[in-house]
């Protein structure tokens, strides 16, 4: 029989074991724990750095790549500008020959197209019309302007060079050229859809006669319902008009040309525009100067 000192060490050498194996189970869990989690630890850093090379590889890539895009838009741009060149240089040496009929000089669609350029690089320095005048305007209109009265290729001589005024009849002819520049220019639209440039030429060639009151032709249209490109270019073509010398008239000095537009004001022509003109009128006396033989 054991004695009670004997029940009692043999209870704390039970105690004891049963500590020490839970307290080492506990360790060793979190030794396991540890381990588990320096391995995750390292096989997280691990990936995160290779991520991080990836990352910056496929950067680079597509550093590279964007640098190849814009190299070859560029060399897109360049071509289909180069080509653009050419097609409308092309273009103005046919309307200049078909100008040549009723402009011994050929120069009114040089100096139009300098005045249409003022107006749409004043209106975009001046934020005016802010929704339609921007860089490619500019040089849309510009290259567009020649187009205004390529249908009088289709009018007669006996009309086209009368020295004296037209009668009703004639002038009902004459005015049919800005619908048939316009049908012309629509027919090689139709091939060559969404190109800005005949776009502007269409319209600009159709209603370059319209005024600003309603009161033009051939379709009667009034104010902003008006294109903005033939708005521009009506001016400019009667601004030049009025400059030069006609088999029925002389030409008006830029002073008496000047009071002339003024009274056409919201009534010829848009007042935005008359206003832009006058502010500069006389950088466009020097386009007449530079670009007349007069
Ligand atoms: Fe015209």
Redesign the pocket.
């Known amino acids: 029989m054991r004695s009670q000192s004997d029940r009692l060490l043999s209870l704390d050498f039970e105690s004891m074991t049963s500590f020490s194996n839970t307290h080492s189970r506990y360790l060793l869990d979190f030794f396991a724990d540890q381990v588990d989690s320096n391995i995750q630890n390292n096989l997280v850093s691990e990936l995160m750095t290779r991520y991080a090379g990836l990352s910056r590889q496929l950067e680079e890539k597509n550093e590279l790549l964007n640098t190849y895009n814009e190299q070859l838009e560029e060399l897109v741009r360049e071509k289909v500008k180069e080509i653009t060149s050419s097609q409308v240089a092309t273009i103005h040496a046919l309307v200049k020959s078909a100008e040549s009929r009723d402009d011994d000089t050929g120069a009114h669609i040089e100096r139009t197209a300098g005045y249409c350029r003022l107006i749409a690089e004043k209106l975009f320095e001046d934020k005016l019309y802010a929704d339609i005048v921007d860089r490619d305007f500019i040089d849309n209109i510009e290259m567009a302007s020649p187009l ?2 390529i ?2 290729v289709g009018i007669e001589d006996a009309i086209l060079l009368k020295p004296g005024q037209l009668t009703f009849e004639e002038f009902e002819i004459m005015k049919t ?2 619908t048939k ?1 316009y049908e012309t220019l629509a027919s090689v639209e139709s091939v060559y859809h969404e190109n800005a440039f005949l776009k502007l030429g269409m319209e600009i060639s159709r209603y ?2 319209e005024k600003w009151d309603g009161r033009g032709y051939m379709s009667g249209l009034s104010g902003e319902d008006i294109p903005l490109s033939a708005r521009i270019m009506a001016l400019s ?1 009667v601004y030049d008009a009025l400059r030069s010398k006609r088999v029925y008239k002389e030409p008006f000095s830029h002073e008496k040309t000047l009071g002339i537009i003024t009274d056409g004001r919201g009534l010829h022509f848009d007042p935005v525009l008359v206003d832009v003109f006058m502010k500069h009128h006389s950088l466009f006396e020097e386009v007449f100067d530079r670009l007349s033989n007069n």
């Open positions: 205004h009265d249908g009088k050229h800005v520049g370059h006669h073509d």
